[in-house]
């Protein structure tokens, strides 16, 4: 069974930081592509970042030079540094796994909700 577990979210003033985690387990982290969306309320989900175990990064415009994603192999787990957070970061944080070639292989985690006060 796979399952995806993120830790990490909270309230924090603007300027701040905050570290998300997403634990994999169920599946082998190198062979999928491991995403971070958000969430605003009455907004659509939006992907914020994207990594793949070959190295390849990707953010949304709006986080970039702000957060960074990485991995740890070992761990099975991808993470999600952000820094100087705005008001307009918040929002509810998913994990999400998907293989690229077996579609129907993507996988969420059940969210934390990131909280950033004026």
């Known amino acids: 069974q796979v399952q995806l577990v993120e830790s990490g979210g909270g309230l924090v003033q603007s300027g701040g930081s905050l570290r998300l985690s997403c634990a994999a387990s169920?599946?082998?982290?190198?062979?999928?592509?491991m995403n971070w969306y958000r969430q605003a309320p009455g907004k659509q989900r939006e992907l914020v970042a994207s990594?793949?175990?070959?190295?390849?990064?990707n953010y949304a415009d709006n986080v970039k030079g702000r957060f960074t994603i990485s991995y740890d192999n070992a761990k099975n787990a991808v993470y999600l540094q952000m820094s100087s957070l705005k008001p307009e970061d918040t929002a509810v944080y998913y994990c999400?796994?998907?293989?690229?070639?077996?579609?129907?292989?993507?996988?969420w985690g059940q969210g934390t909700q990131v909280t950033v006060s004026s």
């Open positions: 999400n796994g998907h293989h690229p070639y077996y579609f129907n292989q993507n996988y």
């Open positions: 169920g599946i082998i982290f190198a062979d999928y592509i």
């Open positions: 990594i793949v175990s070959s190295g390849n990064i």
